[in-house]
């Protein structure tokens, strides 16, 4: 039995760890939100050890583990495969799992600050845990399966090499909502479908096992569809995998013009 | 250097969807929002135009009223504007295109923008001097 739990601090998990070797103070600088309290985000700033090697995920760890465990966030395999930890790091959307501290060091031995905030776009429930349900509503609107008529064959549909490769490039969307929060017209228009809507449904529409290009390049003809993308590229900058996204879109508005 | 872990700062940050951070995009972003930005201004232009050059119609001595108080440094330097203006937004508007139809688009359009901008640099600069020689030297050459 302890009798010192109540003079720790509301939320905080007990000791700090020792700092490893080589570690530098950086300033995480995060845009909090907590419902029951603010009516605005509000920037708080944690000094924390980091290592070059550290992630940035490693960082909100330490902050929530020893620090302030009421900070608020997503994250899963943290090994940037699963697609949950997307947020605002200095000011581009990246996974917190894949950002290096190194990266981000201010050069000359000044201090460096670190700013995290949450995804654009979406309403934000507490930190940096945004409602992703209306850019999952974009997602399914696509009908991101295969969608085929006639009789089933009775062994695998084959696919070419070739075939295979046309769509490669956007089987590789994870859902992390990097591409969709980083859009402009998005934070404006809520109502477009966003990037990963249409890159989810580029990966049907090439595919040639695929019979329901149609009904999905109609659905994206709408006034909310592929024709609000104005090329920023900020979602080809954003994407964690490398996915040329714009291209992707840009090659649906020409299937949509010269296609049907 | 932890214990003092907290150091809280606040600043105030607008509106809950966009929540106030700025984007730091692509140059894609930025070139885009210049064309909206040149675009806007171009428009006015035109609307003003329009309106001076109908006024001929209403009778040709206000028509020449008008025209006389353009003659000014400050609507000269505004001429040079509208044509950097115009000039940005006719080059970003092939960039653009050719990022719509040409496939290779996307994936050039950064060495596209790089492009643009010194092919502006390079028209701006002996154009604004040409635009502006007379005016300058009136001013201050006084001959």
């Known amino acids: 039995m302890t009798a010192t739990v109540s003079e720790e601090k509301a939320g905080s998990r007990g000791d700090l760890p020792p700092v490893p070797d080589g570690a530098v103070t950086v300033t995480l600088k995060i845009l909090r939100f907590n419902a029951e309290v603010d009516s605005e985000p509000r920037w708080e700033s944690f000094n924390v050890p980091a290592l070059p090697t550290d992630r940035v995920l490693n960082l909100l760890h330490y902050v929530k583990w020893y620090v302030d ?192 | 250097m932890t214990d003092s872990a907290m150091a809280t700062e606040q600043v105030v940050a607008r509106g809950s969807r966009s929540n106030g951070t700025l984007y730091r995009g692509d140059p894609g972003m930025w070139s885009w929002v210049a064309h909206r930005i040149t675009g806007v201004l171009t428009f006015f232009f035109l609307f003003a135009h329009v309106l001076d050059t109908a006024l001929v119609r209403v009778s040709p001595n206000a028509y020449d009223q008008v025209i006389e108080t353009y003659k000014s440094p400050i609507v000269n330097l505004l001429e040079v504007g509208l044509v950097g203006a115009v000039l940005y937004h006719a080059l970003n508007g092939i960039r653009v295109m050719l990022v719509d139809f040409w496939a290779k688009g996307p994936k050039y359009q950064k060495p596209m923008l790089w492009t643009l901008l010194v092919v502006w640099v390079l028209v701006m600069v002996p154009g604004a001097y040409f635009m502006m020689v007379r005016t300058v030297s009136e001013m201050f050459g006084g001959s």
């Open chain 1, 69 to 260: 465990g009421t900070l608020t966030f997503r994250r899963s395999c943290a090994h940037g495969i699963c697609g949950s930890d997307a947020m605002q790091i200095n000011g581009v959307n990246r996974l917190g799992c894949k950002v290096l501290v190194k990266d981000l060091m201010s050069g000359g031995g000044k201090p460096t600050t670190i700013t995290v905030a949450p995804i654009k776009g979406l309403p934000v429930h507490k930190d940096l845990l945004v409602d992703m349900e209306p850019f999952m509503e974009a997602f399914k609107a696509v009908k991101p399966f295969l969608i085929t008529y006639g009789n089933e064959p009775t062994r695998e549909r084959i696919q070419s090499a070739h075939d295979r490769e046309r769509f490669d490039d956007t089987t590789k969307c994870i859902l992390c909502a990097c591409c969709t929060t980083s859009c402009p017209v998005f934070w404006n228009e809520g109502s477009y479908f966003g990037p990963a809507a249409i890159v989810n449904a580029h990966r049907f529409i090439f595919d040639s096992r695929d019979e329901g290009a149609e009904e999905r390049l109609d659905i994206l003809n709408d006034a909310e569809g592929v024709w609000r993308c104005r090329t920023t590229f900020n979602c080809t900058d954003a994407c964690p995998r490398g996915i040329q996204v714009t291209k992707a879109i840009q090659e649906v508005k020409r299937a949509l013009l010269f296609r049907r």
